[in-house]
C-alpha cells in the first residue's frame, strides 16, 4: 500500500506544511486586497515574499524529488486515478515546474505584484496610465523570465497559460476563440438589428448598497455558498479566494445605481467558493484537495452566474424576493427585468459584459498580452492598441484606460496567460451543464421551486469532489462522455437570445 | 563602533526577520478577531501556531547568544542610552526569558488562544460561562507553566506581570493599588452623597452607528491618528493592534443608544495606535523601535481618552461639531453633556467604567486572577467570586457573566498578568498629564483651540521617539523627574470632580 509508505506520509507531511504555510500568504493577500492602510503596502510586501520565498523553498527541497524517486511517481500509469497516484503525479508535475523557477525570480514576482496593484488600484481610480506603465513593463519582463525558465511547446505564452490551465495550449487555444468570434458576431449583429431591446433604465434605479448586500448574500447562501466557512467583503475588483481549511473568502463592488453588477458579481464568486468549499477536506492541502485548472474553475462561476442565474426560472423564483429588498422594481414585470438582465449589447466593461459579447473581451486581452510577451507590441502603446481592438471587435470607442485597459487587476497582480481560463470557463460550463440537465431531469423546474441544492451536490459530485484526479479536458469527458467543445455555448446562447429577441 | 561590528548587523538582520515573521502572526490575530469566518478557526490555530513557533525557534537561536557574547552583552553599563546599548540589553534579556520557555509550551499558547477566544466570542454572546471554563482551566495551567518555566522572585504571578511591565513585582502592585482603593472609596462615596446628578439619558439618544464611526474616525485623526497607516474597524472587544510597519489598526464596537462607548473607546485605542505610530521607524523590529511596556501603552490610551477625552476645554472645541454629526445633541448644553460623560457611578463593565471607579475594576480582576493562579481560586468558582467582589469593592449586583467575568477578552487570549498594568497606565498618564502642562503651558488652552498636536508631539518626543530605551519607572522619573507616584491621579481625579459634584 503505497498509502502506508514512509515516503508518501512524509511527502504528505511536507505538503500539508507547505498548504499551511501558502494559506497565510493567502490571507496576507486578502487583506492587502481588502483593508490594508495605504502606507503599508511595502512592508506588506517584504511579508508576502519571505512566505513565498519559504514556500518556495519548501516545494523545491531535493529531499522532494528523492521522495518522489523511491517511490517511482515517474511511472505511474497515467490511467491510475487512485488517490495516492493523482497525489505523486501532480506533486512529481509540480516539483518539475517548481524546480525550474529561481527562488529570487519567485520572490521578485511576488513582491512586484503587492507593489504593482496598489500603484493600479490609484492609477485606475485617476485615470493614468503612465505611473502603471513601468509596473506593467516589470511584469511582463518578470513574466518573460518566467516562461523561459520553464521551456514552453511553441511560443513564450504556452509556458504561461500552462501554469493556470495545465496541458492546454495556445495552438489549442486561439482557433477556438476564433470559432466563438465567427459564430457569435453574426448572432451580435442580428441581435443589433432586432427592434426588441430591453428597458434597462430598471436596473438603474436606485437601489440601497446595504439590500444589494443581503439580497446577493441570501441568493449566494442559497445555491450553496456557505457564509460559516466564508465571508463577502468589498473591493474594486471582485475576486474569490481560500484562506485555509474552511475559510473561502468573496469580494464585490456595489454600484447603487446599477443593481446587477454586485449581484451577479456575488452569485459568480459565490460560484467559485462553492468550488473551494466543495473540495474534499480530507485531502486538504494536497492535489486531490485541489482544484483542476482555472477553466474549471470558471465554468463553476459562470454557470451559476449566467446559465442558473440569468435565467428566467432562477428569477421566477427570486423575483418575488427581490421586489421586497428593492421596492424600486414593484413596478416592473418579471418579463421586463428579465430581459434587462440579459441585455446584448457591446460594452466597456468586462466584467459587466453580456454572456454573447463576453468571449470578445477575452480575446482582446489574450491577444494584446500575447503580443506584449511576444514583444510585438510595447507597454506604452497598449492603450492605443487596446482602444484599436474594442473599436475593431465590438464597434466601440473606449474613453478612457480606467474604462479600458486599467480595468482588470490580473496584469498588476502578475498574471499573464489566465484571461484565455475565462472562455475555457464558459465552454466548460455550457458542456457540464447541458449534461446536468440530461442526468437530473428538468433544472427549469428546480430553480423555480427554489431548489438550487440537486444541481450543486450534482457539481460537488462530479466536479469537486474530484480534486485534481483527471487534466481539465479529461474530466469534461469524463463527465460529459464528450470531449470539450464549442457547440454547447454556441447553442446554449443561441437557444436563450434568438427568442429573447425575437429572432 | 559596535553599529558596524559584523555581530551586531547580524543581530539587526535576525531580528528584523524575526520581527516580520511576527507581524505577519499579528495579521492573522487582527483578522482572527474581526473577520475569520465561524468554522475557521481550528485552521487558523494551526497557522498562527505554526509562526508563533518559527518565530520562537529563531529567538531561541543558540546562535543569538554567541552574538550577544562575542558583543558583551552582559556587560553593558546600565546606563548606557545609545541605541545599540539599548538593543543589546534589551536582546539579552527577551533571550534570557525565550530560551526558558519550551517551543511545545508557545505553541499550545498560542494554538489555544485563538481556540479560547472563540469559544470566549460565543460564551459572552450567550452568557455561557460553562463553554468557556474549561478555556480558562487549560490558560491558567499553561500560564501557570509559563510562570515556573520562567522562574519568580516571590509568586508564580511575578514572573506573568512581567511579561508585560518588565521589572514590576506583584508587590510593588498590590499596595499601589491598594491606596488608589482607600483614597478613592471616599471620593466615591462622597460624589454618591452629593445632590448634584447628571442627566445620562442624553446619551443614550439614539444615533446613527455610522454618524458615530465619521464623528469617531475626525476625533482620531485631528488628535494624530494616521489612517493613512491604519484602520478602524468593528470587534465585540475593542482593541489596537501594529501589523507591520506603517500599519496599526484599532477596533471598537457600536451601540446606537449610547453615544460614549464608541466615541470613547475609539480615541482610547487611537492613543495605543498614536503610540504606535510615532515609534521610531527606523528601529523597527528592534528594541529601540518597540514600547516599553504595557503600563506605558496604556498611559498614553487613557491620557487621551480621559485627560483629554473629557476634558471640558476638549469639548469647548469639539462639541459644536458633534452637534452636527448627532441632531439630537442640539437640545443639550456643553455643561450637561460634558456632566454626563463625566458622571462618576459604580457599574459593570471595565471598559465603560469611569475615571473614578476605573481602577476598583482592574483590583478586582487582579485579585481574582492572581487567587486562581495560586490555586485559591478554582475556575468553575470565578463567576461567584467575580459577583461577591463586585458587591463588596463597588456595593452593586452582576446580573450575569456576559456583564461579570465573561466581559473581558484577556483571559481568552492567554493572558494572566495583564489587568494590573491598566491602572500603572492611569498612574503614568496623570504623572506625564501634570508634566506636559507644566512645559507645554495651559493645555486647555490649546485643546479649547483644537490643538492637540503640541501634546501629541512632545509625548512623541518624550515616550514614543524612545523606544525600550529605559524601563517603565526610568522613563517616568527621565520625564518628570520624579519617581511614579499615586498623588498625581489622585490630585487629578479630585481637583476634576470635586467641583463638578458640588464638592
Same mark, same amino acid.
Given at each position: 500500500m503505497i498509502a502506508h509508505h514512509k515516503a508518501y506520509v512524509e511527502l504528505l507531511d511536507r505538503f500539508k506544511h507547505i498548504a499551511l504555510l501558502e494559506s497565510i500568504e493567502e490571507v496576507l493577500t486578502w487583506d492587502s486586497r481588502t483593508y490594508l492602510p495605504n502606507c503599508a503596502s511595502e512592508y506588506r510586501a517584504d511579508q508576502i515574499a519571505l512566505l513565498t520565498g519559504m514556500a518556495h523553498e519548501k516545494r523545491t527541497d531535493p529531499r522532494i524529488a528523492q521522495l518522489l524517486n523511491e517511490l517511482d511517481a515517474d511511472s505511474i500509469?497515467?490511467?491510475?486515478?487512485?488517490v495516492e497516484a493523482v497525489n505523486l503525479r501532480e506533486w512529481k508535475r509540480d516539483y518539475d515546474k517548481q524546480v525550474k523557477l529561481p527562488k529570487q525570480l519567485v520572490e521578485e514576482k511576488a513582491c512586484t505584484a503587492v507593489k504593482a496593484q496598489s500603484t493600479w488600484v490609484e492609477a485606475r481610480k485617476t485615470n493614468n496610465f503612465g505611473a502603471f506603465k513601468p509596473w506593467?513593463?516589470?511584469?511582463?519582463?518578470?513574466?518573460?523570465?518566467?516562461?523561459?525558465?520553464l521551456g514552453y511547446e511553441n511560443e513564450l505564452y504556452d509556458a504561461l497559460l500552462d501554469l493556470y490551465e495545465p496541458g492546454v495550449l495556445t495552438c489549442d487555444v486561439a482557433p477556438v476563440l476564433s470559432q466563438l468570434r465567427n459564430e457569435l458576431v453574426p448572432l451580435i449583429q442580428s441581435i443589433a438589428g432586432s427592434s426588441k431591446k430591453p428597458d434597462i433604465s430598471i436596473l438603474e434605479r436606485?437601489?440601497?448598497?446595504?439590500?444589494?448586500?443581503?439580497?446577493a448574500s441570501e441568493v449566494a447562501a442559497a445555491i450553496g455558498f456557505d457564509f460559516n466557512q466564508g465571508r463577502l467583503d468589498e473591493t474594486a475588483h471582485p475576486f474569490c479566494?481560500?484562506?485555509?481549511?474552511?475559510?473561502?473568502?468573496?469580494?464585490?463592488?456595489?454600484?447603487?445605481?446599477?443593481?446587477?453588477?454586485?449581484?451577479?458579481?456575488?452569485?459568480?464568486?459565490?460560484?467559485?467558493?462553492?468550488?473551494?468549499?466543495?473540495?474534499?477536506k480530507e485531502h486538504y492541502g494536497t492535489p486531490m484537495g485541489q482544484y483542476v485548472s482555472l477553466g474549471i474553475h470558471e465554468s463553476q462561476s459562470r454557470m451559476w452566474e449566467n446559465m442558473v442565474g440569468r435565467s428566467r426560472s432562477f428569477w421566477e423564483y427570486w423575483y418575488?424576493?427581490?421586489? /421586497?429588498?428593492? *421596492?424600486? @422594481?414593484?413596478? #416592473?414585470?418579471? +418579463?421586463?427585468?428579465?430581459?434587462?438582465?440579459? /441585455?446584448?449589447? *457591446?460594452? @466597456?466593461?468586462? #466584467?459587466?459584459? +453580456?454572456e454573447v459579447t463576453y468571449n470578445m473581451h477575452i480575446l482582446i486581452r489574450f491577444e494584446l498580452e500575447r503580443a506584449m510577451l511576444n514583444g510585438d507590441l510595447s507597454a506604452a502603446d497598449l492603450p492605443g492598441a487596446w482602444k484599436e481592438k474594442y473599436r475593431k471587435y465590438l464597434g466601440i470607442d473606449v474613453p478612457n484606460d480606467t474604462k479600458g485597459c486599467l480595468q482588470d487587476i490580473h496584469w498588476s497582480g502578475g498574471m499573464i496567460g489566465y484571461f484565455p481560463t475565462y472562455s475555457l470557463g464558459n465552454l466548460n460550463a455550457a458542456q457540464l451543464f447541458r449534461k446536468a440537465g440530461e442526468e437530473l431531469?428538468?433544472?427549469?423546474?428546480?430553480?423555480?421551486?427554489?431548489?438550487?441544492?440537486?444541481?450543486?451536490n450534482w457539481l460537488t459530485e462530479q466536479i469537486h469532489s474530484q480534486g485534481r484526479r483527471y487534466r481539465s479536458g479529461k474530466l469534461i469527458e469524463v463527465v460529459t462522455h464528450e470531449?470539450?467543445?464549442?457547440?454547447?455555448?454556441?447553442?446554449?446562447?443561441?437557444?436563450?437570445?434568438?427568442?429573447?429577441?425575437?429572432?
Open positions: 500509469n497515467t490511467e491510475d486515478i487512485s506593467l513593463k516589470k511584469t511582463l519582463d518578470l513574466n518573460h523570465q518566467t516562461a523561459e525558465c436606485e437601489t440601497s448598497k446595504s439590500a444589494q448586500r443581503n439580497f479566494i481560500g484562506l485555509g481549511l474552511n475559510d473561502t473568502r468573496i469580494t464585490t463592488r456595489f454600484n447603487e445605481n446599477y443593481l446587477p453588477g454586485a449581484l451577479f458579481g456575488v452569485i459568480h464568486e459565490a460560484g467559485h467558493g462553492i468550488y473551494d468549499q466543495n473540495l474534499p418575488p424576493k427581490a421586489c /421586497e429588498y428593492f *421596492p424600486v @422594481l414593484k413596478t #416592473v414585470t418579471l +418579463d421586463d427585468f428579465y430581459f434587462a438582465i440579459n /441585455e446584448v449589447k *457591446p460594452s @466597456l466593461i468586462r #466584467v459587466e459584459a +453580456d431531469g428538468d433544472l427549469d423546474d428546480m430553480f423555480q421551486a427554489g431548489d438550487f441544492s440537486t444541481l450543486k470531449p470539450l467543445s464549442a457547440e454547447p455555448l454556441i447553442d446554449y446562447l443561441k437557444t436563450k437570445y434568438m427568442p429573447l429577441y425575437g429572432l
